[in-house]
């Protein structure tokens, strides 16, 4: 026995929906686009330094061992602080504010990251 196909009727609402659901899909991939991330090992930010568009993630892992970490920026225009990062954590910042940023660790005072936030 043969299927038959029935054409659709659905016009403009059909369009609408497709358009929709195709819209919603690319917003969800978006938004799930993974973090930058920065690795903090042997009492360094790696790499060093980083550019990203203004509105991405950087996500900071502690993978240094035993060690405490404490990451954070202080500008005019933006700023944050993770608190002490125990060892394996991890602590996400999405950099709003176009700009050129040194992130430090205020435990250890040698650790500096470059960021670089393009429009």
């Given amino acids: 026995m043969r299927a038959r196909l029935i054409p659709s009727r659905t016009g403009k609402f ?7 659901i195709v819209g919603g899909l690319l917003a969800g991939a978006a938004l799930g686009a993974s ?3 920065i690795s903090q090992k042997d009492r360094e930010f790696r790499p060093q ?3 990203i568009k203004r509105g ?19 500008s005019d225009t ?3 602080d ?7 954590s991890q602590f996400d910042v999405v950099f709003s ?10 435990i250890h005072p040698k650790m500096k990251l470059g960021v670089h936030v393009k429009k």
């Fill in 14 to 20: 059909g369009f609408q929906m497709t358009a929709a």
């Fill in 35 to 37: 973090p930058y991330v």
């Fill in 49 to 51: 330094e980083i550019v």
């Fill in 56 to 74: 991405e993630t950087i996500r900071f892992i502690n993978d240094d061992g035993e060690l405490l970490h404490h990451t954070y920026l202080s």
């Fill in 78 to 80: 933006f700023e944050f």
């Fill in 82 to 88: 993770s608190g002490d990062q125990q060892p394996g």
């Fill in 97 to 106: 504010v176009a700009g050129d940023y040194t992130v430090l660790c205020g």
